[in-house]
């Protein structure tokens, strides 16, 4: 006994909701001694007898029954497949990696990155630690030094300066220190109060948001990111820019992917934002 043949299965469907050999035919192209032989084979093939063969046509013999309703369920789920792949390569992803401040920055700018008429998706990822790009973590990925191995597409891109920033009006009195905690601080620029300010430290948080919430609220100074701290109203520099903080980002990419269109040109609109945005990047 060999295995039903999903073709025939689909013919046996058409055959069993038509009553017969010709309607078949007439939904499917197909002859009606064609669909006659292979429902033949069909039989032999399950080993039951399918059909009650009349002048009537083809009436459902009662395992005919029962296989019409597992061929039902197996349509429905093979139109559910059908549905969820059509809908997975309408367009593609592209996703972007970075850090909580950048990928926050990303998603201010999407529609400098991804126009009305583009055909693919766009992914912001906050990622803090290293991205691999072997295993396609994400598609492109802004990061603070350019991996050192890997078959990898590198655009060198702007400076990105960090400082100090207090609640507006209050730089002028003595203030305590805001700080990331130490197992959330994934950058140098995380570190830096801790490293350098650790007994005036009277506030910390466990992620860039709270740090930003408590800043604003008035509980002390922290390191910012300029391009953050300064587009904040209700913030103000407090100090010069930490120049031992600045460093140049990257743009990087697998290199295999470099020249599928939707990576190449959401790495070019990258670029051209951090062009764009470069004095504000550099504070």
Request: hydrophobic fraction near 40%; glycine fraction near 8%.
């Amino acid at each position: 006994m060999t295995e039903p043949d999903w073709d025939d299965l689909k013919l046996f469907l058409h055959v069993a909701l038509t009553g017969g050999l010709s309607g078949a035919s007439e939904r499917t192209g197909i002859s009606a001694p064609t669909i006659g032989r292979r429902m033949l084979a069909l039989e032999r093939a399950t080993g039951r007898t399918l059909f009650v063969h009349s002048q009537r046509g083809y009436r459902l013999a009662p395992d005919g029954e029962v296989l019409l309703a597992h061929v039902q369920a197996m349509q429905t789920s093979a139109e559910k497949i059908a549905d969820w792949r059509g809908q997975a390569f309408t367009l593609p992803i592209v996703s972007i990696g970075a850090d909580a401040w950048l990928s926050g920055l990303i998603a201010d700018e999407t529609p400098s990155l991804r126009g009305a008429t583009d055909s693919f998706r766009l992914c912001c990822q906050m990622r803090h630690a290293g991205i691999d790009f072997t295993y396609r973590e994400t598609d492109i990925g802004l990061m603070r030094e350019p991996p050192q191995t890997g078959n990898l597409a590198l655009r060198k891109s702007v400076p990105v300066a960090h400082a100090a920033y207090c609640a507006k009006g209050s730089s002028r009195t003595p203030l305590p220190w805001v700080s990331l905690g130490t197992q959330s601080a994934h950058s140098p620029a995380d570190r830096w109060v801790f490293e350098h300010h650790e007994a005036d430290i009277m506030t910390w948080a466990n992620s860039p948001d709270l740090l930003l919430r408590l800043i604003r609220a008035g509980n002390g100074r922290g390191v910012l990111p300029c391009f953050a701290g300064d587009a904040d109203p209700e913030l103000e520099r407090d100090g010069p820019i930490l120049e031992e903080l600045t460093y140049t980002l990257w743009i990087v990419a697998n290199d295999d992917d470099r020249h599928r269109p939707e990576i190449r040109l959401g790495m070019d609109r990258l670029t051209a934002m951090f062009r764009r945005l470069a004095d504000r990047m550099a504070g």
